[in-house]
């Protein structure tokens, strides 16, 4: 069986989405600890809290206006 060789949209979304997650996961709390050791933990809470209000506002409008996505 011969495969194709050409990349459409979703091909290349999905390489460039899996490479930006990864690199998230697993390089970035690497790179934290050696800078920040044991504080990355309260460092990564503190992110999490500041990101709270954003994802209840926005949470908040998908709820107020469901069908506004058009």
Known sequence: ????RELN???V???TA???VSSGLFVLPG???SKAGPAVAIS???GAMLAVPAML???ELITAMP???A
């Open 1 to 4: 069986m011969q495969l194709k």
């Open 57 to 59: 506002s926005t949470a």
């Open 31 to 33: 790179i934290a600890y």
């Open 18 to 20: 899996g490479s930006m």
């Open 67 to 69: 069908k506004a996505y």
């Open 44 to 46: 990564y809470l503190l």
């Open 9 to 11: 949209l979703f091909d």
């Open 13 to 15: 979304f999905c390489i």
